[in-house]
């Protein structure tokens, strides 16, 4: 399984975690991050807002490129996850809904993490690790 | 498989084509609630101009529910359109290139040529990648047809000399050849079922 990177965003567009997995994506700065989560999250609006039929299901889904393939899965809440894997990686939805069980689990549960902020917890991410093994 | 609409957007970011086939009903717009599914709306330079102050106006305010006009569609879609392709550029590099997008109701695809024009495609979401059927459209209609045309201008400023009688043709006809041929599958389990009987019956005698 090649898992390129994973970004989650709360759900005012605020980037609230990243990590990369594997080689294959540039490595931004920080300040990047923010402005992609950002503006990620304007797009995901307007890509409902311009359906072309009545009910519009959502906003963006996948997104592919001549190198990566993106999931975008939003929770009922609002909070986004982004999967970036390889363009021919098959079953991505099955990783997504792993790691929201895992976001479940150890970020939510966390007593000491705060709604809406920066994850920071060493559970989470020794999960979320041992889950997407990096590639060999 | 439905062709939802098709859009080119020049290198200064301006919309110099549209073309809707499957038309969303947008109530406010008379002309447009009166257009069936066969009948697509174009807008041409001169139609554009004459209408698109009054139809800027008429766009409802309310947030979810109201429905945009056709010049304000290209807008967001441009807008779209490029933050996407600049989000995949900062991600992998500036030789990596956006294909497509896929939501829960449709599919966007997206090809642009080395002149940074861009061509935009909306289908529903079991198309597959259309970026070959766009290049096709740019190399044997856009460059054929509006390009080559010598009464064409070099920029198309509000799209003009772009919704050439021709283009327009060829265009239909190209998204009518679009839709898929019906399946064989079905014929051929059939085969496969009447071998299968006839080798019983074989075994039977």
């Known amino acids: 399984m090649v898992i390129l990177s994973i970004l989650i965003l709360n759900k005012a567009g605020g980037l609230i975690f990243q990590r990369d997995f594997n080689e294959g994506l540039k490595k931004l700065s920080s300040n990047d991050y923010l402005v992609l989560a950002g503006t990620f999250h304007g797009v995901h609006a307007i890509t409902s807002r311009i359906s072309p039929v009545r009910d519009s299901g959502g906003g963006l889904e ?49 007593p000491f993490y705060q709604i809406e902020m920066p994850i920071r917890c060493e559970a989470f991410e020794r ?4 889950y997407i093994k990096p590639k060999q | 498989m439905t ?13 110099i084509y549209v073309k809707q086939w499957h038309q969303r009903d947008r109530s406010f717009r008379p002309t447009s609630s009166a257009s069936t599914v066969d009948s697509p709306v ?8 004459s209408t698109s102050s009054k139809l800027q106006n008429d766009v409802h ?34 030789d990596d290139s956006f294909i497509s997008y896929r939501t829960g109701s449709y599919k966007l695809h997206y090809y642009e040529t080395a002149t940074n024009l861009k061509f935009v495609l909306l289908t529903d979401v079991k198309m597959n990648n259309l970026k070959v059927v766009l290049h096709q459209i740019y190399v044997n ?10 009464l064409s201008p070099i920029e198309h400023p509000g799209g003009e000399g772009v919704a050439v009688e021709l283009f327009e043709m060829g265009l239909d006809s190209f998204i009518v050849n679009l839709r898929p041929h019906p399946p ?16 019983i019956d074989i075994k039977v005698s």
């Open chain 1, 62 to 110: 996948v997104l592919e490129s001549d190198r990566f393939r993106m999931q975008c899965f939003q929770t009922l809440t609002g909070t986004k996850f982004l999967i970036f894997a390889e363009p021919n990686q098959p079953n991505i939805d099955v990783v997504v809904k792993r790691v929201y069980e895992l976001y479940a689990d150890y970020v939510m549960k966390n």
């Open chain 1, 127 to 130: 999960n979320l690790v041992a």
């Open chain 2, 3 to 15: 062709i939802y609409s098709f859009y080119i957007f020049d290198r200064h970011c301006e919309c």
């Open chain 2, 42 to 49: 174009t807008l041409s330079s001169d139609q554009r101009s």
């Open chain 2, 61 to 94: 305010p309310t947030g979810r529910g109201g429905r945009l006009s056709v010049q304000d569609d290209a807008k967001l879609v441009f807008g779209v359109v490029f933050s996407l392709r600049n989000m995949v550029r900062k991600l992998s590099g500036p």
């Open chain 2, 141 to 150: 209609l856009y460059v054929e047809f509006v390009t080559k045309n010598p």
């Open chain 2, 184 to 199: 064989l599958r079905r014929i051929q389990t059939n085969l496969v079922l009447n071998r299968e009987q006839y080798r």
